[in-house]
Each structure stands twice: as structure tokens, then as C-alpha cells.
């Protein structure tokens, strides 16, 4: 590829240009078998091998013990807002940090009973609730759901919630997936719209204990294909899933083992967050970081201008300099910076300084 811009797109957002390479190559004709995996049947033993292959790197990557399973979903991480309350039932509590918690919290109360647990609404979602906040959770909650990553506020959880009571845990791990080491043992389940450091968008990633993704507790009138069970006892087969999709998201967990698993992943992560954040704390004059210090994403830098009236040119020039996705979204403003697993360090330090430049 000759030419690439600096992508910090929120998602779809960048993929790995080895990934794209060998997609290019393998498209016209998969493992010289004559035909795309664009047109081969998902009930063939080539793609089962793609479909597993995807499964066990996923799993791998992650050391995901035996009690735990990954099943692959269609619908975005939206229609996980819904199908978590319909197959793990009433009750659940809800911790809002930002946008996409708070859509998860109104399809639950949408179907039934939910408690919000705690919110960052009234603070601006500057932050997440910080390691020695106790959060009080109703005793008997069905689960506890969170999100790890606030794509569009850019705040991150860095530590586990701590709650008056236990709680299985549930959640909203679309923006951080495959960025550090984390121990999905501990949750009942996890999902991933996989379009930011995974894959293309039309692919979800579920991953849960078998127990609870298999033993369905929900209303008796949900839908077979809005159960969890239906997928997982079918290996992700009950229908064709997303053929392409799934194949992407084995590449690019096949590239993060290359390249130092979830730990590299972390390492890379963390500085090229702090080659962003280092010149938003220096420079308070031209920058306003929108995160709480303790809360900040290594996936999303979201800030704003100082001076409001200068983010247009800001991003002019950043846009001069190939650099796109860099304004904010529409619902908050300002600039987001999105630093996924596949923007180059090069691109990060190039944004570095522009801001350490602009004036
Ligand atoms: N959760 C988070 C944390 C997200 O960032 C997004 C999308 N940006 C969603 C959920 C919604 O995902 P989808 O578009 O796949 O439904």
C-alpha cells in the first residue's frame, strides 16, 4: 500500500495494513481453492477452520479458561444491550459511565427491572467511578454491567468496580478489546462490536461462561435466535454468520500474537497515550483534556480547544497533514483522538506534534 492516511477513527476505525495486505491477497481465491470466502458455504470444512481458528486465537490471546466460551454474533454491540437482560433475566444493575451505558441501561429497563448502580451524568462523564469508590449494589442483582472503554467521552476503567455485594459480572467491552490483558474468567460475559480493534463492523463478539450463555434464564417468549444458548450449543452455525467478518477478526488476532499479544498490545497502548496526553497536561493553554487523570482511555484522547474558536483550524491542519476522525462526536464535540491497536505509533507521534506545534 503506498499511500495511507493517519487514521483515529472511533470505528470502523484502523486495521493492521498486514491485515488488509493479506485480505487483498487471499480474497479472489482462499487458500487456492478456486473460489472466494466471499462465496463458500459457512457449512464447509474450510471455513469451520477459519471459524475455529478465530475462536481458539481469541481465546488463547486472552488464556480463557475451560468454563468459558467465544460465540460470534451479528447486530453490533447494540443488540447485546438487549439480549443480555432477555437471557440472563430482571434485575441487573447498571454503572453509567457515558452514551453507550446508558443505552444499555434503557433496553434492560425497556424489558423489565434494572437498577442504576451509579452514574458520571452528573459530573460530565469526566470519569469512572475511581478503585476505592464502593458501589452499592442491590443484593440479589442478576448481574452487574459495565462499560470498560467510554468510546465517545474517552474515560476507562483501570481497575475492577468494587461492590457492597458480589454480583456476576457483565460487560460492554467494544472500544478495549484485545488492548491489555484482562481476565474475562471473571465475568459471566463479555461482548464486542468488533469494529474498533478487532475486525469490520457486523460482527459481535461474545464470550461467556458456557453455563450461562447456555443455560438460558430469560422469558420463554424470546425469539431462538436472541438466545444465547442457540448460538453457543451451535458453534456460532445455528445461521450463516458473518463469513467475512469472522475471518477478519482471526487475522487480527492472529497479528496481535505476532506482534506481543495483549501485554504488547497494553505496552504500545500506554504510550502512545501518553505521547497525547504528556502534551495536553503541558500545553493547558491550547488544550483542555476531557478526562479525569485516574479515568483516562488509552483507546479514545478526547479534548477540547481552549480557545473553542481555534478547533476549526486545529483540524484543518491536522487534516492537511493526512490526519483524519479526529473531530469529537456528534453528541459531545471537541476532538477524540482514537488510538486503537493499528494506528502506528508514527501516526500517534505525528499528532503529538502538530499539538505540540499549534498555535
Ligand atoms: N458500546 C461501545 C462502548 C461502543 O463504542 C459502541 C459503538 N461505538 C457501541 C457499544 C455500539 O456498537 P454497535 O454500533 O456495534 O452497535
Redesign the pocket.
Known amino acids: 500500500m503506498t499511500h495511507r492516511k493517519l487514521n483515529f477513527n472511533?470505528?470502523p476505525g484502523a486495521l493492521p495494513a498486514d491485515v488488509l495486505a493479506e485480505l487483498a491477497r487471499q480474497l479472489p481465491d482462499h487458500d487456492g481453492l478456486g473460489l472466494s470466502l466471499l462465496e463458500m458455504s459457512h457449512r464447509t470444512p474450510e471455513f469451520e477452520g477459519v471459524l475455529d481458528d478465530a475462536r481458539d486465537t481469541l481465546a488463547r490471546l486472552y488464556a480463557l479458561p475451560d468454563t468459558h466460551e467465544v460465540v460470534f454474533l451479528q447486530?453490533?454491540?447494540?443488540?447485546q444491550f438487549a439480549m443480555v437482560p432477555m437471557n440472563l433475566g430482571d434485575g441487573g444493575a447498571y454503572i453509567t459511565t457515558g452514551v453507550?451505558s446508558q443505552k444499555a441501561l434503557e433496553e434492560a429497563r425497556r424489558l423489565g427491572a434494572a437498577h442504576e448502580v451509579w452514574s458520571a451524568e452528573a459530573g460530565g462523564f469526566r470519569a469512572v467511578p475511581g478503585p476505592d469508590t464502593l458501589l452499592e449494589v442491590p443484593a440479589g442483582a442478576r448481574y452487574l454491567h459495565y462499560?470498560t472503554?467510554?468510546?465517545?467521552y474517552g474515560t476507562q476503567w483501570h481497575h475492577p468496580p468494587r461492590l457492597s455485594c458480589e454480583a456476576p459480572l457483565v460487560a460492554?467491552v467494544?472500544?478495549d478489546f484485545l488492548s491489555y490483558p484482562m481476565d474475562l474468567g471473571a465475568f459471566d460475559l463479555v461482548y464486542a462490536?468488533a469494529?474498533?480493534n478487532a475486525g469490520p463492523?457486523g460482527v459481535?463478539i461474545v464470550i461467556g461462561r458456557k453455563d450461562v450463555l447456555r443455560g438460558f434464564s430469560g422469558d420463554a417468549r424470546t425469539p431462538t435466535i436472541l438466545r444465547y444458548a442457540t448460538h453457543a450449543t451451535n458453534g456460532s452455525l445455528y445461521h450463516t454468520p458473518n463469513t467475512f467478518g469472522i475471518w477478519v477478526v482471526g487475522l487480527v488476532a492472529r497479528w496481535v500474537e505476532r506482534n506481543g499479544g495483549l501485554t504488547g498490545m497494553a505496552a504500545r497502548a500506554q504510550a502512545k497515550a501518553d505521547a497525547l496526553y504528556s502534551v495536553i497536561d503541558a500545553r493547558p493553554d491550547v488544550f483542555t483534556g476531557h478526562a479525569e487523570r485516574g479515568s483516562r482511555s488509552k483507546m479514545n484522547v478526547t479534548f477540547t480547544l481552549t480557545r473553542p474558536e481555534r478547533e476549526r483550524a486545529f483540524l484543518a491542519e491536522a487534516e492537511r497533514r493526512d490526519m483524519i476522525g479526529l473531530k469529537g462526536h456528534r453528541s459531545v464535540g471537541g476532538c477524540r483522538a482514537s488510538i486503537y491497536n493499528a494506528v502506528p505509533t508514527a501516526a500517534v507521534d505525528a499528532l503529538a506534534d502538530l499539538m505540540r506545534t499549534f498555535e
Open positions: 472511533a470505528g447486530g453490533g454491540a447494540s443488540l453507550w462499560t472503554n467510554n468510546t465517545i460492554d467494544s472500544s462490536g469494529q474498533k463492523s459481535t
